[in-house]
C-alpha cells in the first residue's frame, strides 16, 4: 500500500484564488487589504522568504509595502515604525520577519505590532483568544496543517491526534487548533518517553521537531495520517542516500544542486501510511497561502461589518 500524497501546492492555490475574489470585492469597495513586511538587516533566507510574501501579495491583489532598515536599526526606530503602521487605517497586517538583528529586543518588537494587526498570530492577546476560541488570528502554518486535512476531508473530530514538537509556533498552537476540532491530542518532546509508542497510537501524527527523517516508519500505525512541517537542508551525500536511495528523480537534483529539503518524517513512511504531506510541496506553500488569508481576515476582523457585508452579499 502506499500513501495519498496530499499536494500542499494544489491546496495552496485554491486558498490563494479563494483570497484574490474577497480582495478583488474589497478593492472595489476602495478597501483594499494591505500588508506591511519589516525585513530589518541583510539576512538572505529572510529576504528570500519576504520576497514570496511581497510576490503573493502582489498575485492575490493585496496591497503591500516593505520596510526594509538597515542592520544598525534600534529597537526603539523599529518600535517606532510599528506604532505608525498600527495607526494606519489602509494597513491591515503587519509582519515582522525574523529574525531580528542581535542587539534588538525582538520580544518588545514583537509586542508592538497590535493584535488586530498580528497576521502571524504570535502576540499573547492572539494566544489567548485562540486558546479560548474567540475570533482572533492564528499562527500562519499550524492553521495550514488543519487546512491541509479539513480540504483533503480528513476527519478529525474524535480522531487521536499526537503532535511532535511543542513550539509556540508550531507544536502548541497546533495542539490548541485540533482540540478545538475536537481531536483527542497528546503533544509530545524531547522529554517523552516511549516516543515511538505514543506515536503509533495517532490516527493523525504532525511532525514538527527539526530532525530529518527522525518520524520512521515503526512510528506510523497504518493508515494513519501524516502532517510533515520540518524543513531540514541535506548537504551529506550518506544521508541523502539514508532518505532517497534508488529515487532517482531527487539524485539528480542533489547532483546538481548540492543539498535537497528533507522534513521530519522519513520518505519509507509512505510505505504504511493511509496519506503523507510531500516536502517539499506539502505544509511550507499553505504558510504564506494562509498569510495572505490572515490578511483579509484581520481585515474583516478590524473594518468590521462593512467588509463582512461586502463579502457575504
Ligand atoms: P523548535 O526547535 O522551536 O521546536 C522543536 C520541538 O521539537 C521542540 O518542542 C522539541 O522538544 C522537539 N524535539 C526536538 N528533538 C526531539 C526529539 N528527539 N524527540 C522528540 N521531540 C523533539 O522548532 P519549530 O517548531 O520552530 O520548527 C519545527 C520544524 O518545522 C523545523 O524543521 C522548522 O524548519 C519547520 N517549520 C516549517 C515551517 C513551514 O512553513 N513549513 C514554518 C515553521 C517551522 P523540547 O521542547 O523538549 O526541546
Keep these: 500500500m502506499s500513501a495519498t500524497i496530499l499536494d500542499g501546492n494544489k491546496i495552496a492555490a485554491e486558498i490563494r484564488s479563494e483570497v484574490a475574489a474577497e480582495v478583488k470585492v474589497l478593492t472595489a469597495a476602495g478597501l483594499r487589504p494591505g500588508l506591511a513586511v519589516i ?5 538572505p533566507a529572510s529576504e528570500i522568504y ?8 502582489e498575485e492575490t491583489g493585496i496591497y503591500s509595502e516593505k520596510h526594509a532598515p538597515p542592520a544598525t536599526v ?11 503602521l498600527n495607526r494606519r487605517e489602509e494597513i491591515d497586517g503587519i509582519l515582522v520577519q525574523l529574525p531580528l538583528p542581535e542587539h534588538v529586543d525582538a520580544k518588545k518588537v514583537l509586542l508592538a505590532v497590535s493584535p488586530a494587526k498580528d497576521v502571524d498570530g504570535f502576540h499573547p492577546m492572539n494566544v489567548g ?12 502554518t499550524p492553521a495550514g496543517v488543519v487546512e491541509i486535512l479539513k480540504r483533503s476531508h ?35 518532546h524531547s522529554k517523552t518517553r516511549d516516543l515511538a509508542g505514543v506515536c503509533r497510537r495517532a490516527d493523525i501524527l504532525v511532525a514538527a521537531i527539526g530532525r530529518p527523517g527522525m518520524i520512521t516508519r515503526d512510528f506510523v500505525k497504518p493508515g494513519a495520517t501524516v502532517i510533515d512541517v520540518g524543513i531540514n537542508k541535506v548537504t551529506d551525500p550518506a544521508e541523502f542516500q539514508r532518505f532517497f536511495a534508488g529515487n532517482a528523480k531527487r539524485e539528480e537534483s542533489f ?20 496519506a ?18 490572515n490578511t483579509v481576515r484581520a481585515a474583516k476582523l478590524r473594518r468590521g461589518h462593512t467588509v463582512q457585508e461586502l463579502l457575504r452579499a
Design 39 to 43: 525585513l530589518a538587516g541583510d539576512n
Design 50 to 57: 519576504v520576497r514570496g510574501k511581497v510576490k503573493s501579495c
Design 74 to 84: 534600534s529597537t526603539q526606530e523599529l518600535l517606532d515604525l510599528i506604532n505608525s
Design 129 to 140: 483568544y485562540l486558546s479560548t476560541q474567540r475570533p482572533g488570528l492564528v499562527p500562519c
Design 154 to 188: 480528513i476527519p478529525i473530530a474524535g480522531q487521536d491526534a499526537v503532535i511532535v514538537g511543542r513550539s509556540d509556533i508550531v507544536g502548541k498552537p497546533v495542539a490548541m487548533l485540533l482540540i478545538n476540532a475536537n481531536a483527542t491530542v497528546t503533544v509530545c
Design 255 to 274: 547532483r546538481a544542486k548540492g543539498s535537497t529539503l528533507v522534513g521530519d518524517v522519513h520518505p519509507q513512511v509512505a510505505e504504511v501510511a493511509g
Design 276 to 293: 503523507v504531506t510531500p516536502v517539499p510541496g506539502g505544509v511550507g506553500p499553505l504558510t504564506i497561502a494562509m498569510l495572505m488569508a
